[in-house]
Nanobody, 116 residues
């Protein structure tokens, strides 16, 4: 059974940093793309950043230059380093992985709150 466990969320002041981690277990095959999404209250879930198995990254315009996505394939883990955080970054952050067969798995989410 595939499980994604996220950690690293919390409360931080504006301008601060947090590092999110998402570890996948129960994986017996390679992981294609890995990504982070977020959902603020009353808003739709939106893409934050993705990274392919080859290391190619994409970022939303709102976080580009402040957030960095990375992955450790040996650990089946994806990270999101978030710097220069703003109150508008407050949301529940979810990780997502894509595996062969176009199957998608989501984490349970971790709360990030940025105070002004």
């Amino acid at each position: 059974q595939v499980q994604l466990v996220e950690s690293g969320g919390g409360l931080v002041q504006a301008g601060g940093s947090l590092r999110l981690s998402c570890a996948a277990s129960g994986i017996s095959f390679s992981i294609n793309a890995m990504g982070w999404y977020r959902q603020a209250p009353g808003k739709q879930r939106e893409l934050v950043a993705t990274i392919t198995s080859g290391g190619t990254t994409t970022y939303s315009y709102s976080v580009k230059g402040r957030f960095t996505i990375s992955r450790d394939n040996a650990k089946n883990t994806v990270y999101l380093q978030m710097n220069s955080l703003k109150p508008e970054d407050t949301a529940v952050y979810y990780c997502k992985i894509e595996v062969p067969g176009a199957r998608i798995f989501w984490g349970q989410g971790t709360q990030v709150t940025v105070s002004s």
